[in-house]
């Protein structure tokens, strides 16, 4: 079997603040973004990892980490698009053609697991789509405008969605190439699948998967690495 591996970093990153985007802060010594490549190029069925970035951010990328993105399977760094979608569409354009799963992380996990990718890949294959999954643990209220509470909302069968997301390949471009020029924004890649009428598998997986967004995650980062 051959996985696909589109990793995707092309987002502005605002809640971080500072002058340096997420995917290139360094954790114990190396960025963001190689720590995820490499749970992922040690995984012998992902042929290839295609890196989604900034336009500006490829020639800089190349100039330091060309050789070091080579030998962990990198095979094309390519520009992001204005949406999360547009990206992760670049990124599907680009894949092999007999790829049979594709997968859709988010470059600012650098934590996930090796065996729940693997576990996502197999599930992908065996039902076509499934993501990866923590449940929800925190009591949950619903309010409206004035924040004042309306519902308690029971947290059975509710789940965090995290990445990796992992497709069958016909099923995730078909899918895409339907939305493509939606007006409507995705929060993930799954959610378009469900919208077109697909079912979607969930892979339990734990808190750690964490997606860093504000500098309090690079703390929980490096103390659980």
Not at 12 to 32: E, H, N, T
Request: hydrophobic share 40%.
């Amino acid at each position: 079997m051959k996985v696909s591996a589109v990793l995707v970093g092309a987002g502005i990153g605002l809640r971080m603040g500072g002058p340096v985007k997420k995917p290139y802060l360094y954790i114990q010594g190396k960025p963001i973004f190689l720590h995820t490549i490499e749970r992922f190029s040690c995984i012998d069925t992902v042929t290839e990892i295609i890196l989604v970035i900034g336009e500006t951010e490829i020639k800089p990328l190349r100039e330091q980490w060309q050789h070091t993105l080579e030998s962990l399977n990198v095979k094309k760094i390519i520009a992001g698009g204005k949406r999360r979608q547009d990206s992760v569409y670049h990124g599907l354009c680009q894949i092999e053609a007999d790829a049979e799963v594709v997968l859709i992380h988010d470059v600012v996990r650098p934590l996930v697991r090796k065996e729940h990718i693997e576990a996502v890949i197999a599930k992908a294959q065996e039902s076509h789509a499934a993501i990866l999954a923590a449940p929800v643990k925190a009591t949950i209220k619903e309010t409206g405008n004035d924040l004042l509470i309306k519902r308690t909302v029971p947290r059975k069968g509710l789940w965090m969605a995290q990445t990796p997301q992992g497709f069958e390949r016909n099923l995730i471009l078909k899918v895409f190439d339907q939305f493509k020029n939606s007006d409507t924004e995705f929060t993930d890649d799954a959610e378009m699948v469900e919208k077109a009428g697909y079912p979607v598998c969930v892979i339990p997986g734990t808190d750690e998967n964490i997606k860093i967004t504000t500098p309090e995650d690079i703390r929980l980062a490096e103390a659980l690495l």
